[in-house]
C-alpha cells in the first residue's frame, strides 16, 4: 500500500512559480503500520515536475544540505 506525501514549499517562495524544490516528511507509522521502526524519510521534488524524480533522504542528511546552504 503506497502512502500520499503531502508536499509543501518555503513560504519564501513567490506565487509566481520560478525554480522551487517541494518538500515532504514522511508520517511515523502507528504502532498498527508494519513499518514500524523504520527511519523516517525526507522526500524533495521539483515543484514544476511533481511527478517527476524523488529525492530521498533521512532527516540527518537533509538538515545538512540545508545547513550548508545556509
Do not use: N
Not at 3 to 30: D, I, N, P
Amino acid at each position: 500500500m503506497s502512502t500520499a506525501l503531502l508536499w509543501f514549499k518555503s513560504s519564501y517562495s513567490g506565487s509566481e512559480g520560478g525554480a522551487c524544490l517541494e518538500v515532504a516528511h514522511e508520517r511515523r507509522a502507528s504502532g498498527h503500520s508494519d513499518r514500524r521502526g523504520a527511519e523516517p524519510t525526507v522526500h524533495i521534488r521539483d515543484s514544476k515536475t511533481p511527478t517527476g524524480p524523488v529525492l530521498t533522504l533521512t532527516p540527518t542528511a537533509w538538515a545538512a544540505f540545508v545547513d550548508h546552504l545556509a
